[in-house]
């Protein structure tokens, strides 16, 4: 059956749990195999903060799993999104978030994160820097970067809010054609002082100088990273058109089979990549707003050509045909 329709412009959207959305993520990348079943046994016992309360050895004593079952369980688990999510411990959470990170890190922060902890957590940060042999800046630009990462990857998930939200992308017909297209108006936008910088660009004072450096740099980074995101963002609409042509131009009205991982594999992105970028976006189109991911489709067990979607929709329409009105 193809999405529910919304009528206006504005959606009402219920935020999911941390539970739920991992599970979306385990259906739509993971076919069902004993393997699948253990990661969603994994998921079932996270904290609500996403880590793992319970040991290797108390999961392998329960389940009689062995040791590389698990190592692969986790491995999956730990690459689904939010990043950082299924660790055991701090330190493991915020090495997940970063190896998860698809932009380079900063020089120092995963030696940092895997040998230097304790330093860390201590304050050390002489002992790291010699350990290390990092420059000051180095050492603080990985500071400032691990700053960045989550203790809590999960606590965002577990309340639910009621919000009204814009579409982030537009998918409609024109003169017999599909058109897509992002959504500027509800796209995070930099603003960058550009006559106070003027004013100080000149200065002699070398703290000043550091400053606006330091702050140029920072804004660079960040118009690329929202451009990097916008394009991946288009990019997955592209891809989704191409999969969905006949529902979005409403030749049919069911969804044909697609998953993250299909997505993924044709962009060259990881899959924990396009479920962050899509996750709690929303499309417009001519017959409603819905969330990006009602657009994606299991595929049926007994047939890999079809979605789940589709033999509904057969079904349902075989038994309407079928029951005939009692007169």
Do not use: W
């Not at 996750?279 to 489709?297: E, H, P, R």
């Amino acid at each position: 059956m193809a999405p529910a329709v919304s009528e206006s412009y504005q959606t009402e959207d219920t935020q999911q749990s941390l539970f739920n959305y991992l599970l979306e993520q385990v259906q739509l990348t993971m076919r069902k195999t004993p393997l699948r079943a253990l990661v969603v046994y994994l998921i079932e016992q996270l904290d609500p903060r996403g880590y793992l309360p319970v040991s290797n050895e108390q999961i392998k004593a329960e389940l009689g799993i062995t040791d590389v079952m698990l190592a692969d369980a986790l491995t999956l688990l730990q690459r689904l999104d939010p990043p950082g999510v299924g660790a055991h411990d701090l330190q493991e959470c915020l090495l997940l978030q970063a190896q998860a990170d698809e932009y380079p890190v900063p020089t120092g922060v995963i030696a940092i994160l895997t040998d230097q902890f304790a330093n860390l957590t201590a304050g050390r940060l002489a002992a790291i820097r010699s350990a290390l042999d990092l420059t000051e800046g180095q050492l603080k630009a990985a500071l400032n970067y691990i700053r960045t990462l989550s203790a809590d990857p999960g606590l965002p998930y577990n309340h639910t809010a009621t919000e009204f939200v814009v579409p982030d992308l537009r998918v409609h017909q024109v003169n017999g054609k599909l058109s897509m297209a992002v959504i500027k108006a509800n796209q995070p936008r930099l603003v960058f002082a550009e006559e106070t910088y003027a004013q100080l660009k000149d200065s002699t004072d070398s703290e000043v100088q550091h400053y606006l450096k330091e702050k140029l740099g920072e804004y660079q980074s960040l118009t690329y990273s929202l451009a990097r995101r916008e394009e991946t963002l288009s990019l997955i609409g592209r891809e989704l058109v191409k999969s969905q042509y006949a529902l979005f131009m409403q030749k049919q009205k069911s969804l044909a089979p697609l998953l993250l991982r299909d997505i993924a594999q044709r962009l060259q992105l990881a899959e924990s990549t396009v479920s962050r970028a899509i996750n709690g976006k929303y499309l417009q189109t001519d017959f409603g707003v819905m969330l990006i991911k009602a657009f994606f489709s299991r595929y049926s067990a007994k047939d890999a050509t079809h979605s789940v979607d589709q033999i509904q929709t057969a079904l349902a329409s075989l038994i309407a045909r079928r029951i005939r009105p009692v007169r």
